[in-house]
């Protein structure tokens, strides 16, 4: 992909976030991996007035928080380094303030084997990190610790993130993570459900290689 498909595919992803609720007005942000550089979307700019010019550009390796372009990146830049640092096979971060995920998030709940698609998040259980002010190398050791190697986890008191090989497929699952958390949330009402086990959700996860939107690498 070209930076200039890759610029677009962020904007398109950014508008169809809003679109669907899970982000409002200038909240959450989208990187992307661009060879040794990564995309990262604006800081309070709503994604309404959104362009491919405006993402910015930063280096993965050197100086943290050097960035090129004509506006400055998020704020939360840092954990979308990071965590692109950490794992190679991250080609795309997703950071949304959906409002099932963030009032599990605000209770610091993390959302249990309600359903099988948590499969598709590489465990037993979407996980909640610590708080940290956003922005700080300390959410950003937070969210680490928290993910490990899942695709999604809560972030107390703030919101959600996904990752992924590519945008599509991590925009796909921040869907499929506030889904979760909304089906969780329903159920918390009702008095709790029952829970999927280890073997029932092994199970699934052996098909979920190449189910739902799949990564493009």
Same mark, same amino acid.
């Given at each position: @992909?070209?930076?200039? +498909? =890759?610029?677009?595919?962020?904007?398109?992803?950014?508008?169809?976030?809003?679109?669907?609720? /899970?982000?409002?007005? !200038?909240?959450?942000?989208?990187? !992307?991996? #661009?060879?040794?550089?990564?995309?990262?979307? $604006?800081?309070?700019?709503?994604? *309404? &007035? =959104?362009? $491919?010019?405006?993402?910015?550009? @930063?280096? %993965?390796?050197?100086?943290?928080?050097?960035?090129?372009? $004509?506006?400055? $990146?998020?704020?939360?830049?840092?954990?979308?380094?990071?965590? #692109?640092? &950490?794992?190679?096979?991250?080609?795309?971060?997703?950071?949304?303030?959906?409002?099932?995920?963030?009032?599990?998030?605000?209770?610091?709940?993390?959302?249990? !084997?309600?359903?099988?698609?948590?499969? &598709?998040?590489?465990?037993?259980?979407?996980?909640?990190?610590?708080?940290?002010?956003?922005? *700080?190398?300390? =959410? +950003?050791?937070?969210?680490?610790?928290? %993910?490990?190697? @899942?695709?999604?986890? %809560?972030?107390?008191?703030?919101?959600?993130?996904?990752?992924?090989?590519? /945008?599509?497929?991590?925009?796909?699952? !921040?869907?499929?993570?506030?889904? %979760?958390?909304?089906?969780?949330?329903?159920?918390?009402?009702?008095?709790?459900?029952?829970?999927?086990?280890?073997?029932?959700?092994?199970?699934?996860?052996?098909?979920?290689?190449?189910?739902?939107?799949?990564?493009?690498?």
């Amino acid at each position: @992909m070209t930076e200039a +498909s =890759l610029r677009a595919e962020i904007v398109e992803r950014c508008k169809e976030l809003d679109a669907r609720g /899970l982000n409002r007005g !200038a909240s959450g942000n989208i990187s !992307a991996r #661009m060879g040794d550089a990564m995309l990262m979307t $604006p800081s309070a700019i709503p994604y *309404t &007035a =959104l362009a $491919p010019e405006m993402i910015a550009l @930063m280096p %993965l390796e050197g100086d943290d928080g050097a960035w090129e372009g $004509p506006l400055k $990146p998020s704020t939360e830049w840092r954990f979308h380094l990071d965590l #692109m640092r &950490a794992r190679p096979g991250i080609g795309a971060v997703v950071h949304t303030h959906a409002e099932f995920s963030t009032i599990l998030a605000i209770a610091r709940m993390p959302i249990p !084997a309600i359903h099988y698609m948590i499969a &598709a998040f590489g465990g037993m259980e979407i996980p909640c990190c610590d708080y940290a002010c956003y922005g *700080t190398a300390e =959410l +950003s050791e937070a969210i680490l610790s928290a %993910l490990g190697t @899942m695709n999604g986890c %809560l972030m107390a008191n703030h919101g959600m993130l996904t990752v992924a090989g590519d /945008l599509r497929r991590a925009a796909w699952l !921040a869907f499929e993570l506030e889904a %979760l958390a909304h089906h969780y949330w329903h159920v918390l009402q009702i008095g709790g459900g029952h829970l999927l086990s280890e073997v029932e959700i092994a199970t699934v996860a052996k098909g979920f290689a190449s189910y739902g939107v799949a990564s493009s690498d």
